[in-house]
C-alpha cells in the first residue's frame, strides 16, 4: 500500500541526516496522500542507518495504523492535527537542529534581519506558546499541534507563505507540499536561525529589515509575477 510513497518518505527522513539536522533519532518526516486521506510516517526510535521502505507506517488521520509492522514516530499526533486543520500542506517534518531549537528554548521568534529569509519567508518566523502542565500530562503531541494551530490563527499566518514554526523549549516543525519540500524548509530554518544569531552577536542592537524588501524577495520567487528561475 502507497509503495511509491514509503519510498519518498524514506528518502525524505535521510535528507535530515544528509543535510545535518538530526542526531541519533531526533527528527521525523512524514507526507499526505490527500486523496485516500492516508499517509506515511517514519517509525518511532528507529536508526536512520536502518530503517527501509517497508519500514515506513501507513496511518489514517484518526490515528489508526493501516499499514505497518513497527509503531509510528511518537509525534504522529502532532503531525495529524496539521494534516487536519492545513488541507494545503502535503508534508511534515520535525527536528531539533542546533540554532533553530536555541532560538525556540529561548522562547524566541526568528526576526527577519535579511533576503536569504524573504526569498522563503513572509515575516518572521513564529514561535508558539509554551504548553501547560495539564497539556503536557495530558495528549502531550496532540497539544503541541493545537498550540502550533492556535498560533498560526491567532496571528492569521499561512503555513505555506510561513512553511516552519518553533514551538517554546521543543524544536522545529516545517511545512511543505510534500515531504521533500517540509525538509527543504526545514534546513532553510536551520541557516536562517545561524544567520540570525551571528547577526544578534555582531549588532546586538540590529533592527528587522525593512517590509519592502521583505515584499520584494518574497514576491519575485512566490508572488502572481514570480521572477526568480525558469519557467515550467
Same mark, same amino acid.
Given at each position: 500500500?502507497?509503495? %511509491? ?9 535521510? /535528507? ?22 492516508? +499517509?506515511?510516517?517514519?517509525?518511532? #526510535? ?36 496539521? !494534516? ?13 537542529? &542546533? +540554532?533553530?531549537?536555541?532560538?525556540? /528554548? ?6 527577519? !534581519?535579511?533576503? &536569504? ?6 515575516? $518572521? ?7 501547560? /502542565?495539564? =497539556? ?13 494551530? %492556535?498560533?498560526?490563527?491567532? $496571528? ?14 521543543? #524544536? ?5 507540499? $510534500? ?10 530554518? =536551520? %541557516? ?7 547577526? =544578534? ?8 529589515? $525593512?517590509?519592502?524588501?521583505? %515584499?520584494?524577495? !518574497?514576491?519575485?520567487?512566490? #508572488?502572481?509575477?514570480?521572477? !526568480? #528561475?525558469?519557467?515550467?
Amino acid at each position: 500500500m502507497l509503495e %511509491e510513497l514509503k519510498q519518498k518518505v524514506l528518502q525524505a527522513n535521510l /535528507q535530515l541526516v544528509k543535510n545535518k539536522l538530526v542526531l541519533f533519532t531526533w527528527g521525523n518526516v512524514s507526507e499526505i496522500d490527500r486523496e485516500s486521506g492516508l +499517509f506515511v510516517i517514519k517509525p518511532s #526510535g528507529v536508526s536512520y542507518d536502518d530503517m527501509k521502505a517497508e519500514d515506513m507506517v501507513v496511518m489514517d488521520l484518526n490515528g489508526k495504523v493501516v499499514e505497518g509492522d513497527l509503531r509510528p514516530s511518537s509525534d504522529t499526533p502532532t503531525h495529524i492535527e496539521f !494534516y487536519k486543520a492545513f488541507k494545503n500542506i502535503g508534508g511534515v517534518t520535525h527536528t531539533h537542529s &542546533t +540554532f533553530a531549537t536555541a532560538w525556540a /528554548q529561548a522562547g524566541r521568534s526568528i526576526p527577519f !534581519y535579511g533576503t &536569504t529569509h524573504a526569498d522563503y519567508f513572509y515575516g $518572521d518566523i513564529p514561535c508558539a506558546r509554551s504548553l501547560t /502542565q495539564e =497539556e503536557i500530562e495530558g495528549e502531550y503531541e496532540k497539544n503541541t499541534g493545537l498550540a502550533i494551530i %492556535e498560533k498560526f490563527r491567532g $496571528d492569521n499566518l499561512d503555513p505555506m507563505a510561513v512553511p516552519g514554526v518553533l514551538i517554546k523549549s521543543h #524544536g522545529v516543525f516545517a511545512f511543505g507540499k $510534500d515531504g521533500d519540500n517540509s525538509v527543504y524548509n526545514a534546513t532553510v530554518i =536551520e %541557516e536562517v536561525a545561524k544567520m540570525a544569531f551571528i547577526t =544578534e552577536q555582531l549588532n546586538p542592537d540590529v533592527s528587522r529589515a $525593512d517590509q519592502f524588501m521583505m %515584499e520584494k524577495h !518574497y514576491q519575485r520567487k512566490h #508572488g502572481k509575477n514570480a521572477y !526568480y #528561475g525558469q519557467k515550467k
